[in-house]
């Protein structure tokens, strides 16, 4: 059986870019008792009943994020949460005990969440018996240590790509120390993410000298990227692939998702080579992230681990334009408002919507009714050929390149 490949969904037009960028599954949260609670993006319980059928449509699981730690009373509110839920979910992932209990009472598979730092075969094990279907491993694990633990039978998760927290599988108190608001509540203010001033304090001359700690980012992990090595990750046996970032947006889920199917695939089919990886990775590199690295699959990387440049390293950046009109799909056209970004022909555009996810478009011919145009700007409408189907109050972005001052491995 092929390994799964999971994929994150902050809301529904990111769930409906990993459909159909050809995730197996896809997990989300509601706008409780999970890592990213604060998040922008969440779903609700009203709009999980939607989620859950697009994905039982593609024949794709999913699984609900229920991981923050949990205080006597939410309690009751997490037992109504796992019995609304049940209907629509295939697991809950967990990182209390409290939801472990629940889940049991009330039959709901679930995986247990890297919070819990599973980090070796004993305690793996130990949450087998505890019901677990599935054990998401510690980040902190070497590729021989989750080869060895996934040789034993015993399914295991392990992350892929996305961003990596510096605290020991995200267990911090930075941000609840600085603002009050706990990493492990879905809080988290990232201050691990900023520049530090380090104040010296003596007597004498001296005294009370400051300095900004370089490189600026000195708690700041690089992001993850495992591409280089997915034949490896292949041959250990591990069940599911997971990718980090419900709180990115659409196009990153896309392209991420997309990278990360065309690996699992060329591994498969015998094809997988250092220069396809490379191709991938670069593909990756267009979207939101961090510099990449290995994380701890190789060992302990130390300083090569930070990134000590700006956080977004994207090759690409997208510019709003305006929103869909109408699409025809005999014509297999689509006519757009322009309200801000002008368009010429040659402009790759990203359009966006809760039902369309995320199609991308090379303009090669841009009309007004009869007129054939070479520009649209603000304020007028235009149409262009769109192979794939589009819908009325979609969003149009016009992507560009965006000059990056580091490499990105």
């Known amino acids: 059986m092929s390994v799964e490949l999971l994929a994150p969904a902050g809301d529904m037009t990111c769930l409906q870019a990993a459909l159909d960028a050809g995730a197996d599954a896809v997990y989300l949260g509601l706008q409780t008792l ?31 994020t229920l991981n923050s730690i949990l205080y006597e009373p939410e309690l009751l509110e997490l037992t109504e949460t796992l019995r609304n839920a049940q209907p629509y979910i295939d697991a809950a992932i967990v990182a209390d005990w409290a939801t472990v209990h629940v889940c049991k009472q009330l039959g709901i598979p679930f995986h247990i969440s890297t919070q819990m730092s599973c980090s070796n075969s004993m305690a793996a094990q130990f949450f087998v018996e505890q019901g677990a279907s599935r054990i998401v491993m510690a980040r902190e694990c070497s590729l021989d240590e989750v080869t060895v633990i996934a040789k034993s039978g015993i399914a295991i998760e392990t992350f892929v790509h996305g961003a990596i927290c510096v605290a020991v599988a995200g267990r911090c108190l930075l941000s609840h120390e600085a603002y009050g608001c706990s990493s492990s509540r879905g809080e988290c203010h990232q201050p691990c993410r900023r520049e530090f001033l380090i104040k010296e304090i003596r007597e004498g001359e001296n005294a009370n ?15 993850l990227c495992s591409l280089p090595f997915m034949d490896q990750l292949m041959a250990a046996g591990i069940a599911s692939f997971k990718i980090e970032g419900r709180a990115r947006n659409p196009e990153y889920v896309k392209t991420v998702v997309t990278a990360y199917r065309c690996a699992i695939q ?18 990756c590199a267009k ?7 290995v994380g701890l699959f190789h060992g302990r990387p130390g300083a090569q681990q930070f990134t000590n440049t700006d956080v977004n390293q994207a090759t690409t950046k997208k510019l709003y334009v ?6 025809y799909a005999k014509a297999k056209a689509v006519q757009i408002l322009i309200q801000d970004q002008a368009i010429v022909v040659g402009d790759t555009l990203s359009i966006h919507g809760e039902t369309t996810g995320v199609v991308d478009v090379l303009v090669t ?16 409408w235009i149409t262009f050929p769109c192979a794939e189907r589009v819908r009325t109050h979609d969003k149009v972005y016009k992507v560009i390149s965006r000059p990056v001052l580091a490499d990105v491995l």
């Not at 060329?266 to 593909?283: I, T």
């Not at 305006?322 to 699409?327: A, S, T």
């Not at 011919?365 to 007028?380: F, K």
């Open 266 to 283: 060329a591994v498969e089919e015998g094809r997988f080579s250092a220069s396809l990886a490379e191709a991938l990775m670069a593909d």
């Open 365 to 380: 011919d841009l009309r007004r009714d009869e007129e054939v145009c070479t520009r649209a700007e603000r304020g007028t």
């Open 209 to 223: 000298a400051e300095f900004i700690v370089q490189p600026h980012t000195v708690l700041s992990a690089r992001d």
């Open 287 to 293: 979207v939101y992230h961090r510099e990449f690295s």
């Open 34 to 64: 999970n890592m990213r609670q604060l998040a922008t993006r969440n779903f609700t319980r009203e709009t999980l009943p939607e989620a859950a059928a697009r994905c039982r449509a593609r024949h794709v699981k999913l699984y609900l």
């Open 322 to 327: 305006g929103l869909v009109q109408n699409y």
